[in-house]
């Protein structure tokens, strides 16, 4: 039994500043304004806030500061940041907009001591790193880009490295699992997390309270990152559902005959199973 | 028109200024970032800090800030409140990469967490030594914390809270007269974090 304090903490994956959901980290489909959804989660009670530019390590920009600077006058958890961070400034560009932890996935790939100097410099609780693992032929192997280019690096190892070089978190991402809300990869999770002496977060796969249940049940995690599960209820409770562009038509069909507020409902759920939770 | 409370943060360089300066402004507070070169003033002044210990301190000895600190708590009414590293960089030594010194107002030393998961980081509760009316309403509230080392206050007197983590208990509030520091982050805590920041003044007495 998992007795360590779990944090809920919704994934936001951000391009061209708005709101989008995929498949497998691909697919994208465009679920409205960030911001929108990020103000319901902080009311509701998430206990951190994860902002991901999906396409900023391919493109080379760096496009979140002036949309941090705007979340961060309203929301008071605190927020991750990550897309296309590779260097000491632009880390201090972000912390300088309201940022409080930043996630490194592409740059801890090509460049591992980079996790070491900037541990160094902004201290190991700032620097998060998001690991993203895919599963070939029952092989195990991580990527960078958002799952685009695959490297022949085994997950442990390399959580195990970015331990040593001073990571203060770490995000498993399978992305196998991500966005088919069909539960977490479970064998995964609990190799790297049971091996690690920091704090590692599930992302991927959560589709029912029950995942997040086994999840943290089974493994030995400190927080679990959830995107489907969250934005295809809350935006039922804006007035302006749907975003102007992207497949409107999809989201307009998607009924509900009752609003849920899955994070509370989620937490009271983890709560009545005696997990250790903040409501 | 009741005069609002005057707030001055401490930039150290490395922090995440905008974070704070947010919350003291939603607590009501009439807030505003130290220049350069000016003095210290105001009802309450905030150093924040997340970082490395002997960097904050770096930065200390850069900007003078040392020397400002002494002279404005020589001040009637003065209230100095450290967040996080500001906490900790009020100890006399840390032991965080190498022995470094602090500013020295609180005699102890910080340390690293004794656990398997290091850093400590997630929402917890506080103990409070003494239960005090305006105490009550933040006792089984949560406040974020997040840090990696935790100060050990050498009179015990000065532990104004406590925090239980991994079955050990390490000291959240400090309190020296009109020095006091929180190891979690009030302007990271929520609702419960900012009310924190408003009655601020009233652990004073």
Known sequence: ?279 | MKKKIKVCIINLGINNLHSIYNACLKAGYSTRVLEEKEKLKGNIVILPGIGSFSSGMLSIKKKKIKEKIAEYLSKPNSFLYGICLGMQLLFKKSFEFKKTDGLGLIDGEVKKINSRIVPHMGWNTLKFKKKKFHIKKFINTYFYFVHSYICHPKNHDNIFASTCYDKSNFCSIVKKKNIFGTQFHPEKSGLSGIKFLKSLKKFLD
């Open chain 1, 1 to 279: 039994m998992n007795k360590n304090f779990i944090r809920i903490i919704p994934f936001l994956d951000i391009k061209n500043g708005l709101l989008i959901k995929g498949i497998n980290l691909d697919g994208f489909r465009i679920m409205g304004e960030p911001s929108l959804f990020s103000d319901f989660y902080n009311k509701s009670g998430a206990d951190e806030i994860c902002y991901i530019d999906a396409v900023a390590s391919l493109f080379g920009t760096l496009n979140l500061t002036n949309f941090i600077k705007k979340c961060s006058k309203k929301i008071f958890v605190p927020l991750n940041i990550g897309g296309g961070i590779n260097s000491v400034d632009k880390i201090n560009k972000m912390l300088g907009s309201g940022a409080d932890k930043i996630v490194i996935n592409t740059a801890a790939v090509e460049d591992p001591f980079f996790i070491k100097e900037a541990s160094r410099i902004f201290g190991s609780s700032t620097i998060t790193v998001q690991i993203q693992t895919i599963k070939i032929n029952n092989n195990y192997y991580i990527t960078k880009s958002s799952g685009r280019d695959i490297e022949k690096i085994s997950p442990k190892d390399f959580a195990k490295k970015m331990q040593d070089y001073g990571a203060g978190e770490i995000i498993i991402t399978s992305i196998n699992h991500e966005g088919l809300k069909k539960g977490f990869d479970l064998k995964i999770i609990d190799e790297i997390s049971s091996k690690l002496q920091i704090p590692c977060i599930a992302h991927g796969g959560a589709g029912c309270f029950e995942d997040v249940y086994n999840v943290i049940n089974k493994t030995n995690i400190t927080g679990v990152g959830i995107a489907s599960l969250f934005h295809y209820e809350a935006m039922h409770y804006f007035k302006k559902i749907n975003p102007r562009i992207g497949n409107i038509n999809y989201l307009k069909s998607v009924k509900r005959k009752k609003k849920i507020n899955t994070i509370k409902e989620l937490k009271y759920f983890l709560k009545r199973k005696k997990i250790n939770i903040r409501l």
